[in-house]
């Protein structure tokens, strides 16, 4: 059995991909609650949902991801739609807020 040291570069290239998902699946999977990412495209594409996205809609992660069987923005009454993206666009304000920090050299860093 080769170690990561021992392997070649395109090994170690090749297994980062697989290793980070590892590492991530293995954070995910202790969570409550679930997970997911989708694109800002048209129809909000799914492309990573926790397998417990399954305990809120019923439905496996497997109908989401691509939008296969449904998307996510389907299971959303057509009243709460203005309040969903209201919420969505407060949470993304929060997000992108630039935050400042310490540099080593105790300078702040924006």
Known sequence: MR???GATANERVDRAPRDELGIMHSITG???GFLYRQLNDATYTVVYATPS???LTGY???DFVNNVVRT???LTEREDEAYVVDMAL???DL???PVSERRDD???RA
């Open 53 to 55: 996205i399954a305990a």
């Open 106 to 108: 105790g300078r702040r």
């Open 95 to 97: 997000c992108s807020r």
């Open 60 to 62: 496996p992660a497997s």
């Open 72 to 74: 996510l923005p389907s």
């Open 90 to 92: 407060a949470i993304a």
């Open 3 to 5: 170690t990561m040291q």
């Open 30 to 32: 202790r969570m409550r």
